[in-house]
């Protein structure tokens, strides 16, 4: 079964400085997804990036990039220029190659931003 | 247009007694899925529709748990009867079904659901 593993329940930040989110998953699959999403407070999760297992280079969006390291199974988020509404929860989340199976999420890690 | 939306946002019962939780899904979209996340713990899937019918339920905890669709549209999650280990909050998430490789599921807010 895949697991999904996020080592940090929490994690501070200075506005403007840049973080790291760290994320490692266990997979016996060749094909498949892997998330970030992010939810604030008392709001809806939303999607963050999206990285296809098959792709080598990294996904980013906009100040969010990821690092994909595939045979060490790690899946890391980076935010550059950390903004007071980047503040919420990441969800780091691995999702087989069927394009409707099911998410399996990680614990997630609570980013705070300090002004 | 609307997200996923879920009702109630809140819900807090004794112990033994009836919940049902709703989620009305985006318009057009045959996939609803269902999630949970019980405090501390990751989100776990709890089962998966398309249409009315159940693709896979796999995840739900037990035969307390009663998930339906008729007509697939909305979907509700009855919990019966409740006991202090389901509180937590009950995600739900839709997508399209299409030929294409991926299709993304978007969340609802979620129900927290409190068993006193």
């Known amino acids: 079964a895949q697991t999904v593993t996020q080592s940090q329940p929490e994690m501070s930040v200075q506005e403007a400085e840049t973080v790291t989110l760290s994320c490692t998953y266990d997979?016996?699959?060749?094909?498949?997804?892997l998330f970030w999403y992010k939810q604030p407070p008392s709001r809806q999760m939303i999607l963050v990036i999206r990285?296809?297992?098959?792709?080598?280079q990294n996904a980013t969006e906009n100040r969010f990039s990821v690092n994909f390291q595939k045979a060490a199974k790690s899946f890391s988020l980076k935010i550059s220029d950390s903004q007071l509404g980047d503040a919420a929860m990441y969800f780091c989340a691995y999702r087989s190659a069927d394009r409707d199976d099911k998410i399996i999420f990680g614990k997630g890690t609570r980013l705070h931003i300090l002004p | 247009e609307a997200g996923v939306t879920q009702f109630p946002s809140h819900s807090v019962i004794e112990k033994g007694q009836t919940v049902t939780l709703r989620c009305d899904p985006i318009?057009?979209?045959?996939?609803l899925y269902w999630y949970r996340r019980v405090m501390g713990k990751e989100i776990k899937f709890l089962l998966h529709f398309v249409k009315e019918s159940k693709q896979d339920e796999s995840g739900m905890p037990n035969n307390r748990f009663l998930a339906e669709r008729t007509g697939g549209t909305y979907s509700t999650l009855k919990v019966q009867p409740a006991e202090l280990e389901d509180s937590g909050v009950y995600f739900c998430a839709s997508s399209q079904v299409e030929l294409a490789l991926y299709n993304e599921q978007f969340f609802g807010p979620g129900t927290r659901l409190t068993v006193l």
């Open positions: 990285q296809e297992a098959y792709k080598q």
């Open positions: 997979t016996s699959e060749s094909d498949y997804y």
């Open positions: 318009s057009g979209h045959d996939n």
